[in-house]
């Protein structure tokens, strides 16, 4: 067999495979789609900066130094498109403990105390320590205003800024692992509870099960405890080895974590259900899979702070029940807070459970 030969053959399997390719359409558009999309959402997320991010300024001095200082934070910009970094919140007499519990509730990214004889060390030109507090759950935000402030700061004369760790010494495995977690019960418990319901259409293990006593309540049942059992365990068995392999530390409560992730898995069984029934087998039902799940991976605040990203994409993380696990999580696990912190999560977690598990169980018994 001649070299040209070979080359011909080759170049009609290869026309083959593209025939091939054509006809599953289905396939086509997450392969095209699916790079444009980490690109486009990473390039957003990892961008290095944020935006309009929530500051407050307690402010007791009255002089024109630090009216000049609150001015030139309010006033900054971004890099890419120009729009102010912080929004900026300006207060006085308030006590560091008091600031403190802000930064737990979410409501500020930072804190920044100016002394009441800023102005006159200023003019002085002596040494002084300003207190700035971070929310230092959200590593890269932090790191971010700290960065800004010491710059600032430096020019404008001895001054040295005190950052307390309030969380302790967190670094961005600690703001990840949390967001890991919740990310792998969501689509472990939409991908199993799916794939094997559609797996048992397309074989028929399906019909033949409910041929037998068993009814369609004990099937759904029966799968959802499987998948509260195994997603448990795999949030355990993660937080235990982000504990002993990589120094993780969780502040917050072991019974609050598994409230969260029980309400979270009950929403992705029943949106796995409702998925199931929409496609005829496994493969329909992965292709279906991955334009649900996979924006939600990107979109939601797992691997960079939502405070990063462009307006339209965080209205559409805001959308997601996803957001809302990983705050949660976020919040028990390192800024150890408790139920009140979580409330509005849970809150709106819970109605995702009872929507798409209500819609889930009435297809499912419909359907089969």
Known sequence: MTIVTELTDSLIIAKKEFKILSRKKALLIPLILFPIIMIVFFGYGMGGTVKEAPILIINDDTGRASSSLVQEIGSYTTKYDGSPMFSVTYTKDMSQSEAESKIDAGMYKGVLIIPPDYSDNVAKNESMTLTLLTDSSDVTTSSVIINFMRQLLAKAGSITLNVPNIYGNLEYLDF?????????????????????????????????????????RSVILGKTIYQLILQLGRAVILILAAYFLLGFNMNGSWLLVSLVLVIFTLGGVGMGIVMSTMVEDMESFFQLNMLVTMPAMFVTGVFFPLSSVP?????????????????????????????????????????????????????????A
Not at 207 to 215: D, G, N
Not at 341 to 355: K, T
Request: charged share 15%; hydrophobic share 50%.
């Open 176 to 216: 990840l692992i949390p967001g890991v977690i919740a990310l792998t019960v969501f689509m472990g418990s939409v991908a199993t509870t799916g794939s094997a319901i559609a797996g048992e259409k397309e074989d028929g293990t399906l019909v033949r099960m409910l041929m037998t006593p068993v009814s369609k």
């Open 311 to 367: 307006d339209w994409m965080r209205y559409i993380a805001y959308c997601l029940p996803l957001t809302y696990a990983i705050d949660a999580m976020r919040t028990i696990m390192i800024k150890g807070q408790g139920l009140n912190a979580v409330s509005n999560d849970l809150i709106i977690l819970s109605l995702f459970a009872i929507i798409t598990f209500t819609a889930g169980v009435h297809l499912f018994r419909r359907e």
